[in-house]
């Protein structure tokens, strides 16, 4: 059984910053498209920032320079380390897992920037 368990969110003043994790099991992690995204309230879930079985990155423009996505496949283990938080990034963030058309979501984590 597939399972995608994120962690690290909470509750950090604007310019701090967090580091989710997202642990996979149940499936051939260093082979599968990791990515997290996030829903905002009243808003779609958009990508945020993906990593390629071969360690290719992309961001969202509203999160270059301050969010960093890496791998750990030793440990299937994703990671998003977000500096410089703003408000606007206050957010459910979901991790997802994608091998060909099998596509695999955790159940996200809250990430409230405020002071």
């Known amino acids: 059984q597939v399972q995608l368990v994120e962690s690290g969110g909470g509750l950090v003043q604007p310019g701090g910053s967090l580091r989710l994790s997202c642990a996979a099991s149940?499936?051939?992690?260093?082979?599968?498209?990791m990515g997290w995204y996030r829903q905002a309230p009243g808003k779609q879930r958009e990508l945020v920032a993906f990593?390629?079985?071969?360690?290719?990155?992309d961001y969202a423009d509203s999160v270059k320079g301050r969010f960093t996505i890496s791998r750990d496949n030793a440990r299937n283990t994703v990671y998003l380390l977000m500096n410089s938080l703003k408000p606007e990034d206050t957010a459910v963030y979901y991790c997802?897992?994608?091998?060909?058309?099998?596509?695999?979501w955790g159940q996200g984590t809250q990430v409230t920037v405020s002071s």
């Open positions: 990593i390629t079985s071969g360690g290719t990155t």
């Open positions: 997802k897992a994608a091998r060909g058309l099998d596509v695999r």
């Open positions: 149940g499936l051939i992690f260093s082979m599968s498209v």
